[in-house]
């Protein structure tokens, strides 16, 4: 006899209050403050409960347009109660940016935190669908707003426990497009509980870790690295509004962090900081990258620290977590994010699809059950990118004979100069050893002999001068002839798209012409 199969979605924090009520599991980087499983799940309660009165609905969105705070992790897992969706909106995007987005998912609330309250103001005339505006702060909402303060009136305890499935959606996070409108990936329950089951048993984490999140909350980086991991396994997350270098240091300092993850970026704004020399990582558990490529020299200089830095990789389509480096492998294996986590099944494909061989460049390809569905709204970019089971990263990865994986880099930032391809990672790594370097990315442009070549735009460090002539002459040591960029651009900083990678689609439009004398606007 054929029986039906029941399926379950946990209420995370209830169940973690259950478990652990009185673990710490937040605390306020500014204000010190700290709250316990038990007390975030009644306030959790209270903020879904209060979405209800609005009418939130199982499938309605709620959009919140904040920089990272207790009041917003609330309301994601207020969501997750009651099977609304979160729209985590990109505050770094202009207002018509935010507005695409918004009448994109239509959702029926908006909230938002002070910063944005005149943001909010311009976007109001063409969202038809929100029908409710709600500041999250004290005393920043415009009239006739509501104020999410207005939960405390309401049960602490859930008053209706829907009956969701697995394949429910729970987050809409948008890409970090650069051409036209960001996709929206949706993330179901499914979705994140095995990125969360993945990441705790591949990565070793206890409910003792302690990581810092100041990755911002619209990036499935802030969401999924640590933060929902930490609560499957009853750790804390120390709650920053953004990124900021002195901060990250004192919570090292005298925090108890043992896990950090961050984008190259902001390891490179750390590793220039006065107090680096003296920063005691000692008990420091896991410090890892993500987002984008990271430069070799950022690893030698934790690795002088005794800290197996290591970079991981992920996309907002999968996960983020999808490879593990074993800490022996740290320093043998430099650059390389090591293997698959335990429910993730990988390949690298040529452009025919046949699997390529050890050491052979390729796209990656991904499949698993933290892998997305597909896009909101967007059928066609779902079948594009979803062939078969198997998700197209458009990352480019190699794998060499002992099952090791490195990401290259974009399939589309590859660079065919005379019919040899070029991989701006490796190039970057390189000029980042510079001593003059501080940021440095890897375009293509027009060439009339060999059809494209490579231009590098150059960051230096204060108070630090080269040119390009010497920048070659460092490269030749390191790189074959034809790798080497046949025109540099100095600058005084590079643009970033919202989760903090290099814009490279930003850099193509200024700087992307056929190639110019040496230019300098850094100076």
Same mark, same amino acid.
């Given at each position: 006899m ?40 009644i ?13 939130v ?6 959009a ?24 985590n ?17 239509? =959702?029926v &609330?908006?909230? $938002?935190? *002070? ?5 909010? +103001?311009q976007l109001? @005339?063409? #969202? =038809?669908? &929100?029908?409710? $505006?709600? *500041?999250?702060d004290?005393a920043?909402? +415009?009239?006739?707003? @509501?104020? #999410?303060?207005?939960?405390?009136? $309401?049960? *602490? ?31 179901t329950?499914?979705n994140?509980?095995?990125n ?7 990565w ?20 999924n ?49 006065p ?15 993500g ?14 620290k ?17 490879f ?13 994010v ?34 997305t ?15 078969d ?17 490195t ?17 701006p ?10 001593p003059?370097v501080?940021?440095?990315a ?15 735009v ?10 390009e002539?010497?920048l ?5 040591t ?31 439009a ?14």
């Open positions: 054929e029986t039906q199969k029941s399926f379950f979605v946990p209420d995370w924090l209830e169940k973690r209050a259950q478990l652990s009520p009185e673990r710490i599991a937040l605390q306020d980087a500014a204000t010190g403050q700290e709250l316990t499983y038990a007390a975030w799940n306030n959790a309660n209270r903020t879904a409960n209060y979405l209800r009165s609005l009418g609905q199982r499938g309605d969105r709620v919140v347009y904040a920089t990272n705070s207790f009041a917003y992790l609330d309301i994601w897992h207020a969501c997750g109660k009651i099977g609304a969706i979160l729209q909106l990109n505050w770094r995007l202009t207002i018509p940016e935010i507005a695409q987005l918004l009448q994109d998912a239509a =959702p &609330v908006l909230a $938002y935190s *002070a910063e944005y309250v005149e943001a909010v +103001a109001r @005339q063409d #969202l =038809p669908s &929100v029908r409710h $505006y709600i *500041a999250v004290e920043t909402a +415009a009239p006739n707003d @509501q104020y #999410l303060a207005e939960r405390a009136t $309401y049960p *602490a305890i859930l008053t209706e426990h829907p009956n969701l499935h697995p394949d429910d959606p729970w987050v809409i996070c948008y890409t970090g497009g650069t051409t036209g409108l960001p996709k929206g990936a949706i993330l329950h499914s994140m509980a095995w969360s089951v993945n990441t705790v048993m591949s070793g984490l206890t409910p003792d870790d302690v990581a810092i999140l100041n990755a911002p909350l619209f990036h499935t980086g802030g969401l690295v640590f933060t929902l991991p930490l609560i499957h396994i009853g750790g804390k997350s120390i709650v920053c509004k953004s990124f900021d270098a002195d901060q990250v240091f004192d919570l090292i300092e005298r925090a108890g962090v043992t896990l950090y993850f961050g984008v190259p970026t902001m390891f490179v704004v750390m590793q220039g900081h107090r680096w020399q003296t920063a005691d990582f000692s008990r420091m558990k896991l410090v890892i990258s987002g984008a490529p990271c430069p070799l020299p950022i690893f030698e200089r934790f690795w002088v005794s800290v197996d830095f290591k970079t991981g990789y992920g996309l907002t389509e999968a996960g983020p977590n999808t593990w480096l074993p800490a022996a492998d740290v320093r043998r294996k430099p650059g390389a090591g293997f698959p986590l335990f429910h993730i099944d990988v390949k690298i494909v040529h452009r025919d699809g046949s699997l390529c061989g050890a050491n052979e460049p390729g796209e990656l390809l991904i499949r698993g059950p933290h892998v569905p597909g896009y909101w709204n967007r059928p066609d970019a779902t079948t594009e990118a979803i062939r089971g198997w998700l197209h990263t458009g990352d480019l990865a190699t794998c060499d004979d002992e099952g090791y994986y990401i290259v880099g974009r399939l589309k930032d590859m660079i065919i100069s005379g019919g040899e391809n070029i991989y990672a490796e190039i970057e790594s390189a000029l980042h050893a510079h003059a501080e940021e440095a890897l375009i293509g442009v027009p060439d009339e002999k060999w059809g494209e070549v490579g231009r590098a150059v960051v230096l460090r204060p108070d630090q001068r080269t040119d002539d010497t070659k002459s460092f490269l030749e390191r790189l074959a002839k034809y790798k080497i960029p046949k025109s540099f651009v100095f600058v005084a900083e590079l643009p970033k798209t919202g989760p903090g990678k290099i814009d490279k689609q930003a850099l193509l200024h700087y992307g012409a056929s190639v110019p004398q040496q230019t300098n606007e850094s100076t």
